[in-house]
């Protein structure tokens, strides 16, 4: 077939024309899907190239930035803000992270991190004269705030608030209405009511609760810790397993011991690694 035909064929004003035309504009497009599916698209995102993002949570910064670049991974500090202070923490130590740990994501993906500030927030103490004991320690917590020392003096109404301490000092009444400032993460030392000296309780059982609950639960019910002795134990760690006096009913009188109030508890609690 001669020059002349071929270009009739091809650029002629006929149907075959027309439809050798439809199909190389076919086959044209169609190569240019394949190149960009197949070559660009993969080559400009990384396409199917993923990696598990890593635990970094408690870690001190650097180490969290050398975690994450060891799975090629960037990471920013999102939240540093005052009310995430943790005082059990150190200074930027990883709080939270988004995305989660064990979540799959693009190569070098950015983390964002919520870390510990280097000062806590100031937060206004509540008014605790005159309440309950049990109430000061909820609230206390719910605000971030440790109880500190709880002393007792005789008074007819057991476990009532009588006075408030903060960094040694004593802080009014009136000065809790007005609106106190203290730090959060701070020990709060309380003096409660005694009732006069002679009021007991049942023992409670703490066992098989966290360290912290169980202090809760003691501070709540008018009884302090007493000395914490981390032991090797077959459970998870930081759970209570012994406890003393115990919360078992007397064999012989069929009745549970009883304790004075603001006497203490010992307790027994399963090792972590860092308690040695």
């Known amino acids: 077939m001669d020059k002349t035909k071929i270009k009739q064929l091809i650029f002629g004003d006929t149907p075959s024309a027309l439809l050798i035309n439809i199909g190389l504009m076919v086959v044209v497009s169609l190569f240019l899907l394949l190149i960009f599916f197949q070559v660009y698209l993969p080559i400009s995102t990384n396409h199917a190239e993923t990696v ?116 040694g000092r004593w802080i009014s009444k009136t000065e809790l209405k007005r609106g106190f400032k203290v730090l959060k993460g701070t020990n709060i030392d309380l003096v409660v009511g005694d009732g006069m000296g002679n009021a007991t309780i049942e023992v409670p059982n703490v066992v098989g609760m966290t360290e912290g609950d169980a202090e809760f639960v003691l501070f709540g019910q008018g009884l302090g810790k007493g000395r914490v002795q981390y032991i090797e134990y077959d459970t998870i760690p930081g759970v209570v397993v012994r406890q003393s006096p115990v919360a078992e009913v007397n064999a012989a009188s069929g009745r549970y011991p009883r304790i004075r109030l603001g006497r203490t508890i010992d307790l027994y609690v399963s090792e972590f690694s860092g308690n040695k």
Request: charged share 30%; net charge positive.
């Open 52 to 167: 598990t993002v890593p635990d970094i949570d408690s870690l001190s910064i650097e180490d969290a930035r050398k975690r994450l670049e060891s799975s090629g991974l960037r990471y920013q500090i999102f939240d540093s803000s005052a009310v995430n202070y943790n005082p059990d923490l150190p200074y930027l130590t990883v709080l939270s992270q988004t995305p989660v740990s064990g979540e799959k994501v693009k190569d070098n993906r950015k983390i964002y991190l919520t870390v510990n500030p280097s000062e806590p927030a100031s937060i206004e103490l509540p008014d605790l004269i005159d309440g309950s004991l049990k109430n000061a320690v909820v609230r206390l917590k719910n605000l971030g705030m440790k109880v500190g020392t709880v002393d007792r003096k005789p008074d007819r109404f057991v476990n009532n608030v009588l006075k408030v301490r903060y960094n």
